[in-house]
């Protein structure tokens, strides 16, 4: 099956510094990545799609200076929450949709990493 | 644009109970619909779904049917164990438009007790 590996886990920070979490797909190539953001007890909200070898298309009220997608090849994604603060500690997810053409599983279903719970202190 | 309505919590049961999650969506194009669980502390899990009209997805005793009369995906379970415990995420994602992003809904709590 397709695995997406997401990386780190749980990282804590000081306020003002920056954290990169990486979207990796590990058995299939992926030209779209998404990265998704939970509060706590709330549902996923997308806050941009990433795609490989250009830039990322933010949804409406995500900050893309604060929120820096970088999709450098067919398989990572990597997110930098820059200048983080206590407001930004959340659970961000990713997911991966499959490369190719055509219809089949591997292209209607995106594939989740574990997620990286974020806490800014 | 798509959206996810999902019957709101949170659900309490007792083992062995049956279990229903009301799950009904919009969409402008052909959707595959999905169920995720979510255990405390976890990422998500997908549990089951389908992708056309009258598809069942099933597994680990749960199911659901993608009905595209009444564009509803609801979730069953003849018997639940305190296992099951979790958040459980409905979820479509549509090929045609921005494919494979999903459009989740709200999220159920389930409590199983004893």
């Known amino acids: 099956g397709a695995v997406v590996s997401q990386h780190p886990s749980r990282v804590i920070c000081k306020s003002g510094t920056s954290v990169k979490i990486e979207c990796r797909s590990l058995?299939?190539?992926?030209?779209?990545m998404f990265w998704y953001r939970q509060f706590p007890k709330q549902s996923l909200m997308l806050m941009a799609t990433?795609?490989?070898?250009?830039?990322?298309?933010?949804e409406q009220g995500v900050e893309k200076d604060k929120f820096l997608i970088n999709h450098a090849s067919l398989t990572l994604s990597t997110l930098t929450v820059t200048s983080a603060h206590p407001e930004d500690s959340s659970f961000y997810i990713c997911?991966?949709?499959?490369?190719?053409?055509?219809?089949?599983?591997?292209?209607?279903?995106?594939?989740f990493g574990q997620g990286t719970r974020l806490t800014v202190v | 644009g798509n959206s996810v309505t999902q019957m709101e919590g949170p659900v309490t049961l007792s083992e062995e109970a049956f279990l229903t999650i009301n799950c009904t969506y919009t969409?402008?194009?052909?959707?595959?619909l999905f169920w995720y669980v979510q255990y405390p502390g976890e990422g998500l899990q997908l549990l089951l779904k389908?992708?056309?009209?009258?598809d069942k997805g099933s597994n680990k005793g749960f199911e659901a049917t993608y009905r595209k009369e009444t564009t509803s995906f609801h979730l069953e379970k003849g018997s639940v164990q305190v296992s099951d415990s979790a958040v459980y995420f409905c979820?479509?994602?549509?090929?045609?438009?921005?494919?494979?992003?999903?459009?989740f809904g709200d999220g159920t709590t389930l409590t199983v007790k004893p």
């Open positions: 997911s991966a949709r499959a490369t190719g053409t055509g219809t089949g599983d591997m292209n209607t279903e995106a594939f």
């Open positions: 058995d299939f190539q992926a030209t779209t």
């Open positions: 990433s795609n490989e070898g250009s830039k990322a298309t933010y």
């Open positions: 969409a402008t194009g052909y959707p595959s």
């Open positions: 389908a992708t056309k009209a009258d």
């Open positions: 979820a479509l994602s549509d090929l045609y438009f921005n494919a494979g992003k999903s459009t």
